[in-house]
C-alpha cells in the first residue's frame, strides 16, 4: 500500500489569497507529480519532479509553482487564488517497474476559489 | 488534443457478469498502459498494467487486453462485485502519463 498523503483535504478559500498544498510521501520515491482534474475530464500533469531540486512544468499551464527542497515533500504554492483555480488536485509519486513507472497518488485535495 | 479516450462515460453491469471497460489511444509510442480505480474523494489507485510487447495480463478476476494494431485496450472484470463500483482511468506512458476521462462502473446487485 502507498504512503502518500495531502492536505487539505478540503479547501475553501477567497480570491487573491495565497494558499499551498502539502503532499508527502514516505516511500522514498525520487519522482513527484501535481496533476489538476476538473469533474468529468482527465488528469492534467502541471507539475513534475524527478529529485531533489528539480522541478518541470507539465503540459497544462498552470500559475501555481512548486519546490522540491526535501524527497519526501513536494508542496504546490498558488500566490493569489482565482475562481478559476477551482479543480481537484492530486499529487502522485512513482517507483520504477520493470517496464516503466507505476505511479501512486494521494487522497487529493479539492480546493474551491469564491 | 486528447492522446487516451475512454468514450463511455458510464457502465452498469449486473454481479456476477463480466465488465468490459474500453480505452482507445492515438500515440504509437506510448510503450505502457494502466488502469486506475477511483473511489470518490480518493486518489486513484494502480489495479493493472500491461507492457506493449504483451497483449494480455492477467491478475486475479482483472485482465486486460491490448490490441496495438488498432490502439485499443480493454479492462475485463469478471465476475463483477459490488464493490467494484467506481470510476476507472486508463492511463498510457511515453515521455509522461496520459490519462483518460475515466468511466464509471456500477456494479448491480
Known amino acids: 500500500e502507498a504512503d502518500i498523503y495531502q492536505t487539505p483535504r478540503y479547501l475553501v478559500i477567497g480570491t487573491g489569497k495565497k494558499i499551498t498544498l502539502e503532499c508527502s510521501q514516505t516511500m522514498g520515491h525520487d519522482k513527484m507529480y501535481w496533476y489538476q482534474q476538473d469533474p468529468g475530464m482527465e488528469l492534467h500533469l502541471i507539475h513534475y519532479?524527478?529529485?531533489?531540486?528539480?522541478?518541470e512544468k507539465g503540459d497544462l499551464s498552470s500559475e501555481s509553482t512548486v519546490s522540491r527542497i526535501r524527497t519526501e515533500h513536494f508542496p504546490l504554492t498558488l500566490e493569489s487564488a482565482r475562481p478559476s483555480h477551482t479543480s481537484q488536485y492530486l499529487c502522485?509519486?512513482?517507483?520504477?517497474?520493470?517496464?516503466?513507472?507505476?505511479?501512486?497518488f494521494g487522497p487529493g485535495t479539492r480546493l474551491t476559489v469564491l | 488534443d486528447q492522446q487516451v479516450k475512454q468514450n463511455s462515460p458510464s457502465l452498469s453491469v449486473q454481479e456476477g457478469r463480466i465488465s468490459i471497460l474500453n480505452c482507445d489511444y492515438t500515440?504509437?509510442?506510448?510503450?505502457?498502459f494502466l488502469w486506475y480505480k477511483k473511489y470518490p474523494a480518493e486518489g486513484p489507485t494502480f489495479l493493472i498494467s500491461?507492457?506493449?510487447?504483451?497483449d494480455k495480463n492477467e491478475d486475479g478476476r482483472f485482465t486486460v487486453f491490448l490490441n496495438k494494431s488498432a490502439k485499443h485496450l480493454s479492462l475485463h472484470i469478471v465476475p463483477s462485485q459490488p464493490g467494484d463500483s467506481a470510476v476507472y482511468f486508463c492511463?498510457?506512458?511515453?515521455?509522461?502519463?496520459?490519462f483518460g476521462t475515466g468511466t464509471s462502473l456500477t456494479v448491480i446487485p
Open positions: 519532479s524527478y529529485g531533489v531540486n528539480s522541478t
Open positions: 500515440n504509437s509510442m506510448f510503450d505502457y
Open positions: 500491461i507492457s506493449s510487447i504483451k
Open positions: 502522485a509519486s512513482s517507483v520504477s517497474g520493470q517496464y516503466t513507472d507505476t505511479q501512486y
Open positions: 492511463a498510457a506512458s511515453a515521455d509522461q502519463f496520459y
